[in-house]
């Protein structure tokens, strides 16, 4: 198995949670926020620089008030 955080798949995902983020006007400090944590830990997501497990992708996905499976079928694609 070779290493994700560089794949289509998860450049995909990634993208999506970004559309997501910017559809709804919040910046990467107003979704820190919401999460409880640093900008910086947004950043390094959207820069492909950290993956989320899942507990985390459900809580961001809670976050931006998307569905999480819609996420996972952006993987699928």
């Not at 990634?14 to 983020?21: E, F, I, S, T």
């Not at 919040?26 to 993956?51: I, N, W, Y």
């Not at 497990?53 to 459900?58: G, K, R, S």
């Amino acid at each position: 198995m070779h290493k994700t955080l560089h794949s289509p798949q998860h450049q995909r995902l990634v993208a999506w949670l970004k559309k997501a983020r910017c559809d709804q006007g919040l910046t990467m400090r107003d979704l820190a926020a919401k999460l409880g944590v640093p900008h910086s830990f947004v950043g390094k997501v959207e820069q492909c620089e950290r993956r989320l497990d899942v507990i985390e992708f459900v809580t961001y996905c809670e976050a931006l008030g998307v569905n999480p499976i819609d996420g996972i079928n952006q993987l699928m694609k």
